[in-house]
């Protein structure tokens, strides 16, 4: 098992390998389009079809859902993904890119998760399939954005993503968690990024700073 994520750029919309949620002091978030969950994933730079896989076994790493934050007054939370049938989940894993055959996704990953019922269960193999060297995935609105539509929310306001995760052994690496990025015709109004997070066997939380950035646009 590879225990190495090269280049896993996860969020491009806004999240992680998986996944958490923003936060802030602000008002409901505006949404520049109405959001839609994905039937298909594609791959970025050859636009290409690329799988959308589930029901994976053996994962490599395992992605975390939310945090259950205590109820504030002043605080507003904007969830990515709380668990596989939340009602308020946001954006789709649809932009797969470099090493898309090595990457296997189950968004309704049932063994020890975080909390509620399910987690989100990313496994990548490292074998080049595609000859990249590396893989990751956009988390977009709508599915299949690039930047050619509009989409996406204006989250003003919110300072921090915050995720939870975990790898199956520990010692798995993340390279990259990026927010933001997509550029095109509507680009997205900010690109941050961190890393690498080198994940624990343990659920641990993990932040993206994003104070003082321009979230006006994000897809």
Do not use: C
């Not at 690329?50 to 904007?78: L, N, Y």
């Amino acid at each position: 098992m590879k225990k190495n994520l090269p280049y896993f750029l996860v969020i491009a919309a806004l999240i992680f390998l998986i996944i958490g949620v923003l936060s802030s002091g602000q008002e409901k978030p505006q949404s520049v389009t109405p959001a839609q969950r994905p039937l298909q994933s594609k791959e970025t730079a050859e636009e290409t079809e690329a799988p959308f896989p589930f029901g994976t076994e053996g994962a490599a790493v395992e992605a975390a859902q939310e945090e259950e934050m205590p109820a504030a007054s002043s605080e507003k939370i904007f969830n990515i993904y709380t668990d596989r049938s939340a009602p308020d989940n946001h954006y789709a894993p649809s932009g797969w890119m470099g090493d898309f055959g090595d990457v296997n996704l189950n968004d309704q990953y049932m063994k020890d998760p975080h909390s509620g019922t399910t987690s989100i269960q990313v496994t990548y193999s490292a074998k080049k399939t595609q000859g990249a060297g590396w893989a990751g995935i956009f988390w977009q609105n709508p599915p299949n954005n690039w930047g050619e539509r509009m989409g996406g929310f204006d989250l003003t306001g919110y300072n921090k993503l915050t995720f939870w995760a975990r790898g199956e052994n520990g010692g798995e690496a993340i390279e990259k968690v990026k927010v933001g990025g997509i550029k095109g015709t509507y680009p997205d109004s900010l690109e941050v990024e961190m890393g690498p997070v080198v994940l624990t066997r343990d659920w641990k939380k993990y932040a993206v700073n994003l104070a003082g950035q321009d979230l006006s646009y994000v897809s």
